[in-house]
């Protein structure tokens, strides 16, 4: 049933050629842990995606109770944690994998540059890793603010500081995360569209470029 | 498949001729060049990477339940108190700029320079470090910069937590996410009630003296307009079941736990100290009803 549907399918769309190409693709020897026990160290960026899946499968859960005002986001939060069936394990997810979503990027980006990976004809793939490595950080920024604790105010008000100290445009991006004088309700919806909707996108856009460079130009050979 | 004689199985072969043959600039890596046993990506390797990623989620997974999310009390700017703390992995940055040096005298180099040269020279390395060699003690410029970087963020990582662990016994804070779940599992707190509201012990003796000197007492603030408590500050209703007149007033005056004194509030909002004396005897009075 399924082949026949599969064929069905197949015949008119010829889907064949683009599932095959990922399969089929060789996994050198070098980078599979289960001929050598060092070469874990492969693993890291396919468990940062990993990790990202989590994060993005959580978040969308979190936004199902969530409320982006400064009245509600704080209950919000609170009833989540405390209140909703298992609204403490989704929560402690997204704050958990953040964590260890950096922590296992870091260690990516120390392996391709120690393991020089990213020499050509790769470079144009490190800055890409780069650029998520940056959107990352954004994601943990902004993500840092929702709950509205007085954690999240404090930290964001240093960092909001900090970048207004950047010459010439520092007012400008000041005005831009905090979207008025002081760090409020703008700030907060600002926050949350730039966490939920704008760095996401990017995010999943540069991985995509990520992933088609990796397959254009397979792992670096072994040392 | 091939084999058996049920035609609706169409034969796919690997390297099957539908596979257009494009001409590619950048041709990958055959692997086969190098000596080795190389496999497919699917299914075999990525079972494999899968046992990995399980192993993971396990370890992950105990790590969430073994340790809650932690969530302060709500936002308040008006706090003097509270010890900004941004997130770990900013922590080394937070800690460089905190340095007199760097920020009085040359904000330019602490808050851009240094942070912006790191992150350019990152996103620059293919170009920085040309040389043909791949191995890291073969270029030792590149593999030298990358651990001074590294082990200076962790140094002033390890200072700035070391120093807000001081800072909090100096003053003696207890973190607000720490005192909120341990007051949440006394029972102090009601977690996650401000949007699920309970049955209210009713108010009583609404109609004496001491109800409008609640309604003008600084009680209302944290306590809620109502007394019916939220997400920092117990509920009142029903508080006569569990202290004394006595009790209540010495509460007020000196404060409780979390709860700072609230006379001179008080008393500069135009109330008496026989005022309060009062307002603490209508307190003692708002009992649960007995069934």
């Not at chain 1, 470079?123 to 999240?152: C, H, Q, R, S």
């Amino acid at each position: 049933m399924m082949n026949k549907l599969y064929n069905w399918i197949d015949e008119r769309l010829d889907i064949t050629p683009l599932w095959r190409d990922v399969a089929d693709h060789e996994v050198p020897e070098h980078v599979n842990p289960a001929h050598h026990f060092s070469a874990f160290v492969y693993c890291f960026g396919g468990l940062t995606f990993f990790l990202v899946m989590i994060q993005v499968l959580s978040g969308v859960f979190l936004t199902m109770y969530y409320v982006p005002d400064i009245i509600n986001a704080y209950t919000s939060v609170d009833y989540l944690q405390y209140k909703v069936q298992f609204g403490d394990i989704v929560r402690g997810m997204h704050h958990w994998g953040a964590s260890l979503v950096i922590v296992m990027m870091f260690l990516h980006t120390l392996r391709v540059f120690f393991t020089g990976a990213y020499k050509a004809p790769r470079e144009m793939n490190w800055v890409v890793g780069v650029l998520i490595f940056a959107v990352i950080l954004g994601l943990g920024f902004t993500g840092y603010l929702l709950p509205w604790d007085n954690k999240a105010l404090f930290a964001t008000k240093v960092g909001i500081e900090i970048a207004s100290s950047v010459p010439f445009i520092g007012d400008l991006i000041k005005e831009f995360l905090q979207g008025g004088d002081i760090v409020g309700a703008q700030t907060l919806t600002r926050f949350f569209a730039l966490h939920v909707f704008i760095l996401p996108a990017a995010l999943l856009g540069l991985l995509a470029v990520h992933f088609i460079m990796i397959r254009r130009q397979g792992i670096s050979g072994p040392l | 498949m091939a084999h058996d004689h049920n035609n609706n199985e169409k034969v796919v072969y690997i390297g099957d001729s539908r596979v257009r043959k494009v001409q590619r600039t950048n041709i990958p890596q055959d692997y086969s060049a190098y000596p080795g046993k190389t496999e497919a990506f699917i299914p075999n390797f990525l079972l494999k990477e899968w046992m990995v990623g399980a192993v993971v989620l396990v370890g992950f997974m105990v790590l969430v339940m073994s340790h809650p999310s932690p969530l302060g009390y709500p936002a308040d700017p008006t706090n003097t108190s509270f010890i900004p703390m941004p997130d770990w992995y900013f922590l080394f940055l937070y800690q460089f700029l905190k340095y007199g040096y760097v920020t009085q005298s040359l904000v330019m180099f602490g808050a851009v320079l240094v942070p912006g040269v790191a992150f350019g020279g990152l996103l620059l390395a293919p170009w920085l470090d040309r040389g043909k060699d791949r191995r890291w003690y073969k270029r030792p410029v590149a593999s030298g910069i990358m651990l001074l970087t590294l082990v200076s963020m962790i140094y002033l990582t390890y200072i700035a937590w070391t120093h807000y662990e001081h800072e909090l016994e100096k003053r003696g804070i207890e973190p607000e996410h720490i005192e909120r779940a341990r007051l949440i599992k006394e029972g102090q707190i009601n977690a996650g009630a401000t949007m699920v509201p309970e049955e209210k012990v009713p108010l009583v003796a609404t109609d004496e003296e001491g109800y409008e000197i609640l309604n003008n007492s600084t009680c209302l603030t944290c306590h809620g307009t109502e007394i019916e408590g939220s997400s920092f500050a117990p509920s009142l209703r029903g508080i006569g079941d569990k202290y004394t007149a006595d009790e209540i007033h010495d509460i007020i005056v000196n404060g409780i736990r979390t709860m700072p004194a609230q006379l001179d509030d008080n008393l500069n909002k135009g109330l008496t100290e026989d005022d309060l004396r009062v307002l603490a005897e209508w307190l003692a009075k708002q009992k649960a009803p007995t069934e």
